[in-house]
């Protein structure tokens, strides 16, 4: 149980154009999906918290026009970075919480961009 | 708000050698500890976690942590480690208020020798 999936895993795009990354909850309806970023050899860090039907939190430092975040149901939250540079290459993970005390974890999406 | 530390990026430890991977931990009320391992180009995978019940937890894969506040640490153990332990491990903490988001250490890779 508690099963997260990432779509795609792997997408590389050309500088300028807009990438969707979607997060869903295969077997449990999440009350909150959080969005990591991970560069090489480092640590996750949080992007933004989403709750359903509601707008996401973001970090600071964290541009909520460029990483925009829709959390439409209970089971699936998107992240779409617009107008993507080079720099926004990166592992972007996703992670869903049912409302304990545990995240589960997506298998991450690797963003390149050209 | 709290924080995570984890002592030592790189860890490496023969076979069926003791593993020791050092977490301590700051936080202003009583925190929630998680151990997370990550294996090369996927997300992450809970091991253990830590929520104020017994101090000495048992996870997956014969991995366990001990929860000593008055050290604030959380170190994770393994008594023998297999090859199939070379991975990234993170630990996290939250706090049972608001998002209950993560905040991560900056991870230690362990290597297995044979």
């Known amino acids: 149980g508690a099963v997260v999936s990432q779509h795609p895993s792997r997408v590389i795009c050309k500088s300028g154009t807009s990438v969707k990354i979607e997060c869903r909850s295969l077997?449990?309806?999440?009350?909150?999906m959080f969005w990591y970023r991970q560069f090489p050899k480092q640590s996750l860090m949080l992007m933004a918290t989403s709750n359903e039907g509601s707008k996401a939190t973001y970090e600071q430092g964290v541009e909520k026009d460029k990483f925009l975040i829709n959390h439409a149901s209970l089971t699936l939250s998107t992240l779409t970075v617009t107008s993507a540079h080079p720099e926004d290459s990166s592992f972007y993970i996703c992670?869903?919480?049912?409302?304990?005390?545990?995240?589960?974890f997506g298998p991450g999406t690797r963003l390149t961009v050209l | 708000a709290q924080s995570v530390t984890q002592l030592g990026s790189h860890v490496s430890v023969s076979e069926g050698a003791l593993v020791l991977l050092r977490c301590n931990y700051s936080s202003s009320v009583p925190p929630y500890l998680f151990w997370y391992v990550q294996y090369p180009n996927q997300g992450l995978q809970l091991l253990l976690k830590?929520?104020?019940?017994?101090?000495l937890v048992k996870g997956i894969n014969g991995f366990e942590a001990e929860f000593k506040k008055s050290e604030t640490s959380f170190h994770l153990t393994k008594p023998s480690a297999h090859m199939s332990d070379a991975a990234e491990y993170f630990c996290?903490?939250?706090?049972?208020?608001?998002?209950?988001?993560?905040?991560f250490g900056s991870g230690t890779r362990l290597q297995v020798q044979p």
């Open positions: 992670s869903a919480r049912t409302g304990g005390d545990t995240q589960y």
């Open positions: 996290a903490v939250s706090v049972d208020t608001g998002r209950r988001a993560l905040t």
């Open positions: 077997d449990f309806q999440a009350t909150t």
């Open positions: 830590y929520t104020s019940a017994a101090t």
